[in-house]
């Protein structure tokens, strides 16, 4: 069973599950670009919400508009890593909670 990952815009992903009924979610991570004023070379870390079972960590690289699923994430110690979250009942995209990786020298 293989997860399908389609760009939708920069920093718009779907994600889905072939053969998996309803295990289809978009992502949006420009709200919180915009909202933690992020630029240059950082990177999103979260957990997918979906499907039970399946789940995924995923990694937007914002230097490279590019997004990846994996069942571990390695914390590259070039970047400061910190958690962060947005109220999800003001922003109603997903993910609302994430790990936010800022390189180092560009702090």
């Known amino acids: 069973m293989n997860q399908c990952i389609s760009k939708l815009t920069p ?10 009924f309803s295990s289809a979610m978009t ?16 990177k999103l870390v979260h957990w997918q919400a979906k499907p039970f079972g399946l789940r ?10 590019t997004y990846t699923s994996s069942l571990w994430v390695e914390f590259d110690p070039a970047y400061r890593w910190e958690g962060r979250q947005v ?14 990786g800022r390189r180092v020298e560009d702090d």
């Open 87 to 100: 109220d999800e009942r003001v922003v109603s995209t997903k993910p609302t909670a994430i790990v936010v």
């Open 27 to 42: 992502i949006d991570f420009e709200p919180l670009i915009e909202h933690f004023q992020l630029k240059g070379d950082f």
């Open 56 to 65: 995924r960590w995923g990694v937007y690289d914002g230097l490279t508009g």
């Open 11 to 20: 920093t718009r992903f779907r994600l889905w599950w072939q053969g998996v």
